[in-house]
């Protein structure tokens, strides 16, 4: 069988756990040096993975921004930037999106109703594979391992954060808190409602916890809970 990716899930928060304002606006949670070493993480992965969802909400480019950083990823063999991944259900991608127009080689990854409609919509910018009749994160997972992909950066949404925290499928957490209160319920929260492995008692082991500048990061290991 081949191995699963290693699945790091990265968001920047605010002290009461969003991830943006209900507002029309982009909400900038980071600093500048959180956003570079939001690059470096990029720059050590093999593929990074977005929700549809966010992907169409917050249009991102998702670089590795640093000539730096890609030029030593060409150095070490690996394509200058990552595989890009996102996943939908419903196959609405426009392909107007920047998604698709920068960086290098991306992935959609679909349920298979949703395949040719996908393939239509973005012809030859992006490689598209169906998994089954419902998206199933374990073969999104294995599909990206048989890809090659050994390290995987998930930025969100908060339902794919979710989604992957309540089936045991995140190896870290890193979270970068931002001194900011939100306070808008309909704003979106970096992890919903779900039924969490081991139940809220169950305790995650931290790996690190530094500032960065304002912002405070910690990284946490799900799957090592006491």
């Known amino acids: ?19 943006d304002d209900a507002g029309p606006e982009r909400l900038r949670l980071s600093n500048a040096l959180d956003f570079d070493r939001v690059d470096q993480v990029r720059a050590a992965s093999d593929a990074i993975l977005i929700g549809a969802n966010t992907m169409r909400r917050d249009n991102p480019r998702l670089l590795v921004n640093s000539d730096r950083r890609r030029a030593q990823r060409v150095a070490d063999g690996k394509p200058e930037y990552p595989l890009k991944v996102t996943v939908t259900r419903s196959g609405d991608l426009p392909a107007d999106l920047r998604f698709w127009h920068v960086g290098g080689e991306k992935l959609v990854i679909t349920v298979d109703r949703a395949v040719e409609k996908v393939r239509a919509a973005l ?6 594979v169906g998994i089954g009749p419902d998206l199933d994160w374990g073969l999104v997972l294995d599909e990206l391992g048989r ?3 050994e390290r995987l950066m998930v930025e969100g949404g908060g339902s794919i954060h979710t989604q992957l925290m309540a089936a045991d499928l995140a190896d870290e957490v890193h979270l970068a808190i931002a001194p900011l209160v939100v306070g808008q319920p309909e704003a979106a929260r ?9 139940g809220p008692a169950v305790r995650m082991r931290v790996l690190e916890v530094r500032a960065v ?5 910690v990284r946490y290991s799900p799957k090592e809970r006491v």
């Open 1 to 19: 069988m081949t191995d699963r990716p290693y699945v790091v899930l990265s968001a920047a928060m605010s002290v009461d756990g969003y991830l």
């Open 123 to 128: 012809g030859d910018l992006a490689d598209v």
């Open 147 to 149: 890809r090659g992909v």
């Open 190 to 198: 970096f992890l919903g409602a779900a039924a969490y492995p081991g």
């Open 213 to 217: 500048d304002d912002v405070v990061l």
